[in-house]
């Protein structure tokens, strides 16, 4: 089992839709967890943390974790063309304070 | 304020050969991680650099090895180059401690490519 997990995709959605996209980790003492956008030939770029369990809203972006479930989810309302990225879920696994990432899910908006 | 600043932004190397990348932390941050980003993957997290000593490693062989100068930045060495070198070589910096729960800074990276 990897430590990070989420669909590779492509998800496609439509814009104005909400964009859903989940994220599974094995290591129970995870403390953090992380949202990075990463465009086609660019580097990571931070769009949310979250390490309570429950909802995180910041502007259309809405993080959600579950640790009971193991789970972790980004919500990204009213989806724009702009959105079409590569999503990476990161979690910091605690017991050694490593950073580990997913694979990413690329998104799709389509216009 | 600049950002996190890596050099050089992309490089050829031949197999056998050594490599060298270089990055300087955001203003304020004084831990570097470095991470390898392969085509389609997610980034792989090679090491940590805090107070000039590797602090975490990752999976990766000997052949990557690292340094951290007094001015935090840092260094990335990769020697005896293999094909599968060929990645994204991502540098984020954090301040010690605080990168495990708000997250890093990346920076642009640098595209090695091993022919």
């Known amino acids: 089992q990897k430590e990070v997990e989420q669909n590779s995709g492509p998800l496609s959605v439509p814009e104005g839709a909400i964009a859903s996209l989940n994220c599974t980790y094995s290591?129970?003492?995870?403390?953090?967890f992380f949202w990075y956008r990463q465009y086609s030939g660019k580097s990571p770029e931070l769009i949310m943390f979250?390490?309570?369990?429950g909802d995180k809203e910041d502007g259309r972006f809405t993080a959600q974790l579950n640790k009971a479930s193991q789970y972790v989810s980004l919500l990204i309302r009213d989806s724009q063309p702009s959105d079409s990225a590569t999503y990476l879920c990161?979690?910091?696994?605690?017991?050694?304070?490593?950073?580990?990432f997913g694979k990413g899910t690329r998104l799709h908006i389509l216009p | 304020d600049a950002g996190v600043t890596q050099s050089p932004t992309h490089l050829i190397k031949t197999r056998g050969q050594q490599v060298t990348l270089r990055c300087s932390p955001k203003?304020?941050?004084?831990?570097v991680s470095w991470y390898q980003q392969a085509l389609g993957q997610g980034p792989q997290f090679i090491f940590q650099?805090?107070?000039?000593?590797?602090?975490q490693r990752g999976n990766f062989p000997d052949r990557f090895s690292g340094h951290q100068f007094p001015n935090y930045s840092s260094e990335l060495n990769v020697n005896a180059l293999l094909l599968g070198d060929s990645a994204l070589y991502l540098c984020?910096?954090?301040?010690?401690?605080?990168?495990?729960?708000?997250?890093?800074?990346f920076g642009s990276g640098t595209r090695l490519t091993v022919v």
């Open positions: 984020a910096s954090s301040l010690y401690g605080a990168g495990g729960n708000y997250g890093y800074t």
């Open positions: 290591d129970r003492g995870s403390q953090s």
């Open positions: 979250i390490y309570s369990n």
């Open positions: 990161a979690v910091n696994r605690g017991r050694d304070d490593k950073i580990i």
């Open positions: 203003s304020g941050h004084d831990t």
């Open positions: 650099y805090y107070e000039e000593e590797e602090r």
